[in-house]
């Protein structure tokens, strides 16, 4: 059936919510817009009079079909070519979502979306729902048919799987900031030691490359040995040069609500690194060089005033 303009007006002002839920499920931009289209096909389809409670109805479209698609999805990611990251996005990208409350910036950071691909799909929907967009458990219990005392008990298992896996001292923005150009400085410095007292011990560097860009399927463990491959990777290289079809300019930015590395060649984002910092030390370096996982950031970095890059490599 076709929709009147109301309804088009007033699925569009549920877009914005259902694209930062959807992202939040699947870590991937373009299978979230998929599946908020995918919800609207089916508002078109549902002579959507008879719906009581819009905004509940299409929640609970879209957060079943993000279950079904993250089921799926685990089957792919077992034949994905390395190792598999989520999609960065660039500050100021609506899909990020809520911000108000350190739960759903926490939420939507890189390394948190990175540990929720250890959850189930019932764990990531109701954490999601819950400490992202603080739906109570009343309401999630409906999305998902499971009992209020079910929701609960999923909720607090995901919640310390993800608290479990962070296990390092928070810090404010400004330390992060000086710790971050600390390291950038000692990373164009060609030497070991300045970079490797910027790290914490069991630091980690992983890429997601897709089978499309070299990235090294197993993770870079420890300080120096982390060191020693940040060494390598900021020094300017013609091999380096001809992979990402040019000269890359270097910025530090903020993905995912936290410290990023980007690099830029001809306007077109070929890499985003995403800092983990801690009290402790730069815990993981997380590097999304995936083309197919970049299109968004490339839009939205053509959209903002990034100013002069830090270096060149």
């Given at each position: 059936m076709s929709l009147t303009a109301?309804?088009?007006?007033?699925f569009e002002a549920s877009r914005p919510r259902l694209e930062a839920i959807a992202y939040r499920l699947l870590g991937s931009?373009?299978?979230?817009?998929?599946?908020?289209?995918?919800?609207?096909?089916?508002?078109?389809?549902?002579?959507v009079d008879h719906i009581e409670v819009p905004e509940a109805w299409l929640t609970k479209v879209l957060t079943?079909?993000?279950?079904?698609?993250?089921?799926?999805?685990?089957?792919?990611?077992?034949?994905y070519v390395g190792?598999?990251?989520?999609?960065?996005l660039l500050a100021g990208d609506p899909m990020l979502g809520p911000a108000d409350t350190a739960e759903q910036r926490e939420s939507v950071s890189y390394a948190v979306l990175t540990l929720m691909e250890r959850l189930s799909p019932s764990e990531r929907a109701v954490y999601v729902l819950r400490e992202a967009f603080d739906y109570p458990h009343r309401e999630i219990a409906e999305?998902?048919?499971i009992t209020e005392?079910?929701?609960?008990?999923i909720f607090h298992r995901a919640k310390k799987h993800i608290a479990d896996g962070k296990a390092?001292?928070?810090i404010g923005e400004a330390a992060t900031r000086r710790i971050v150009e600390e390291f950038l400085a000692a990373a164009t410095t060609g030497r070991i030691e300045p970079l490797v007292r910027l790290l914490t011990e069991d630091a980690i560097a992983i890429g997601d490359g897709g089978g499309k860009v070299p990235a090294r399927a197993k993770a870079f463990e420890g300080a120096l040995a982390v060191a020693k491959f940040l060494r390598g990777l900021f020094i300017p290289a013609e091999a380096k040069r001809a992979l990402v079809g040019g000269t890359a300019e270097v910025y530090l930015w903020t993905a995912n609500g936290d410290p990023a590395v980007v690099a830029v060649v001809d306007g077109q984002v070929v890499g985003v690194m995403c800092l983990e910092v801690t009290a402790e030390g730069i815990a993981a370096f997380r590097s999304q060089v995936n083309p197919d996982?970049?299109?968004?950031?490339?839009?939205?970095?053509?959209?903002?005033?990034h100013g002069e890059p830090l270096f060149s490599v």
């Amino acid at each position: 059936m076709s929709l009147t303009a109301e309804y088009v007006d007033r699925f569009e002002a549920s877009r914005p919510r259902l694209e930062a839920i959807a992202y939040r499920l699947l870590g991937s931009a373009g299978e979230a817009e998929d599946a908020v289209q995918e919800t609207f096909l089916r508002w078109q389809a549902a002579g959507v009079d008879h719906i009581e409670v819009p905004e509940a109805w299409l929640t609970k479209v879209l957060t079943n079909l993000c279950l079904n698609q993250l089921t799926s999805a685990r089957a792919r990611r077992e034949t994905y070519v390395g190792r598999w990251l989520p999609e960065p996005l660039l500050a100021g990208d609506p899909m990020l979502g809520p911000a108000d409350t350190a739960e759903q910036r926490e939420s939507v950071s890189y390394a948190v979306l990175t540990l929720m691909e250890r959850l189930s799909p019932s764990e990531r929907a109701v954490y999601v729902l819950r400490e992202a967009f603080d739906y109570p458990h009343r309401e999630i219990a409906e999305i998902l048919d499971i009992t209020e005392a079910a929701s609960q008990q999923i909720f607090h298992r995901a919640k310390k799987h993800i608290a479990d896996g962070k296990a390092r001292t928070e810090i404010g923005e400004a330390a992060t900031r000086r710790i971050v150009e600390e390291f950038l400085a000692a990373a164009t410095t060609g030497r070991i030691e300045p970079l490797v007292r910027l790290l914490t011990e069991d630091a980690i560097a992983i890429g997601d490359g897709g089978g499309k860009v070299p990235a090294r399927a197993k993770a870079f463990e420890g300080a120096l040995a982390v060191a020693k491959f940040l060494r390598g990777l900021f020094i300017p290289a013609e091999a380096k040069r001809a992979l990402v079809g040019g000269t890359a300019e270097v910025y530090l930015w903020t993905a995912n609500g936290d410290p990023a590395v980007v690099a830029v060649v001809d306007g077109q984002v070929v890499g985003v690194m995403c800092l983990e910092v801690t009290a402790e030390g730069i815990a993981a370096f997380r590097s999304q060089v995936n083309p197919d996982k970049l299109e968004r950031a490339t839009a939205q970095w053509a959209a903002a005033d990034h100013g002069e890059p830090l270096f060149s490599v």
